[in-house]
């Protein structure tokens, strides 16, 4: 993949690693999947450094780097842990998020709120609310020049943590055309976080229950038209798939390194393992599917650079890397053998990490409707024959 990166980018993932190498050791990250516990504390170098604004324009305090380059530096991280990096990702998701569906002043007083080194969460899922997102329940009642928020959103990532959310909301009992989107400081009255998720993996990013109880915002926060939220969280989901894809295939490139290493290490019948068909082929599958992947999301990611909305794209970038994924891990564990299910070694917890990619952002089998949609609307009226 290297071909692919530009000068700038070199520098960036560079600076990135080096910055990496001091912050996540692998006792750091250790301790904290051990705790299953979001290390707020090793935010702040990340923070001077602006990696949660990197592809946030220059006017909002961000870097002004494109989706790909961004798209890069991210996957860097993910070889250290995955749950960090999404952390980031998350919080300049919203700030994207709030800069596509409201003003500029609304995205300006949000990135107000994380410039300086603090966390965004995005919460539309709901208990009942999951893949069904347009049947959230959670309502805006609007009361003079505000709205009164109340509900409960499950499973937010950076939900305990997060200094700002963006909050999909009922406003009239119209299905997906009756939500609305909202921005909601953390400081306001009525929202408490509730139970932090003990997950199996990516153990370092947090993810909580957030209860809103009668929280009063003006209607100056709700981002765009009343109705729209829909639409809001379907574009939102629509760049952190996209970047989903981006941390799995970090996690790969830390699989693929850790086994061809390993295996070229370890003797078994007198010779390396990697000298075994067997393993060869184990490690060379995992390279396919690492450099499809890379190339699969340098091209989605440079159809966002031109302003693309990737509905498809996203869904397949994300449905197939991360399915992919779950392949190169496998993988992984069987070429450490016994060592590989030993928490001594690292690939057992890039197993754990990596299962929830499947499943947040959209399942992987709403992903396969979302595609059959879109090529069903693409051939419509299509004469199709040679
Ligand atoms: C670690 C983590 C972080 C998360 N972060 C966030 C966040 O920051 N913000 C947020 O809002 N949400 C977040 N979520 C929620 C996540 O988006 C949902 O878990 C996901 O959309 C699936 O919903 P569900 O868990 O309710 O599963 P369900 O919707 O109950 O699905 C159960 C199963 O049924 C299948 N299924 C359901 N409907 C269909 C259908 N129509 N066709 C085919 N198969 C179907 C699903 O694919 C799945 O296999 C997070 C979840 C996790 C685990």
Same mark, same amino acid.
Do not use: F, I, R, S
């Given at each position: 993949m290297a071909l692919l990166y530009t000068q700038e980018q070199r520098e960036f993932i560079r600076m990135v690693q080096e910055f990496a190498d001091q912050t996540l050791t692998p006792e750091v990250v250790s301790k904290y999947d051990h705790l299953g516990?979001?290390?707020?504390?090793?935010f702040k170098p990340a923070f001077d450094m602006g990696l949660h604004m990197l592809e946030i324009p220059e006017e909002y305090g /961000?870097? /002004?780097?494109?989706y790909s380059t961004t798209a890069m530096v991210f996957s860097k991280l993910a070889e250290y842990d995955a749950g960090y990096a999404i952390t980031l990702v998350s919080t300049f998701v919203a700030l994207r998020s709030v800069m596509l569906a409201g003003s500029a002043d609304q995205a300006r007083r949000f990135a107000d709120i994380i410039e300086p080194g603090a966390f965004a969460a995005f919460a539309l899922s709901e208990s009942d609310a999951g893949t069904d997102a347009g049947s959230v329940k959670s309502t805006a009642t609007r009361d003079g020049d505000d709205y009164i928020l109340t509900g409960e959103k499950t499973f937010i990532t950076n939900g305990s943590i997060a200094n700002v959310y963006v909050g999909i909301f009922r406003t009239?009992?119209? /299905?997906?055309?009756g939500l609305s989107a909202f921005m909601i400081e953390r400081s306001r009255e009525g929202i408490s976080v509730g139970a932090h998720e003990d997950k199996m993996g990516l153990r370092l990013s947090d993810t909580s229950t957030v209860n809103f109880d009668h929280v009063r915002v003006p209607a100056s926060n709700r981002l765009g038209d009343e109705g729209a939220g829909f639409k809001v969280a379907m574009n939102s989901l629509n760049l952190s798939r996209a970047f989903v894809a981006t941390l799995a295939a970090g996690i790969m490139q830390r699989a693929l390194d850790e086994s061809v290493s390993y295996a070229r290490i370890r003797s078994q019948f007198k010779r390396p393992i990697i000298r075994f068909e067997a393993v060869q082929e184990m490690l060379a599958d995992m390279a396919i599917a690492l450099e499809t992947s890379q190339v699969l999301i340098h091209n989605t990611m440079t159809m966002m650079d031109q302003g693309n909305l990737v509905r498809k794209e996203g869904a397949m970038t994300k449905t197939y890397v991360t399915d992919a994924l779950q392949r190169v891990v496998t993988d992984a564990v069987q070429v450490f053998g016994g060592y590989g299910v030993s928490k001594a070694y690292p690939v057992e917890k890039l197993m754990r990490d990596s299962k929830v990619f499947q499943i947040f952002e959209g399942t992987n089998q709403i992903q396969r409707v979302t595609i059959a949609n879109e090529l069903d609307k693409e051939y419509a009226g299509k004469e199709v024959g040679r």
């Open positions: 516990q979001c290390p707020v504390e090793l /961000g870097a /002004g780097l494109p009239a009992d119209t /299905g997906n055309k």
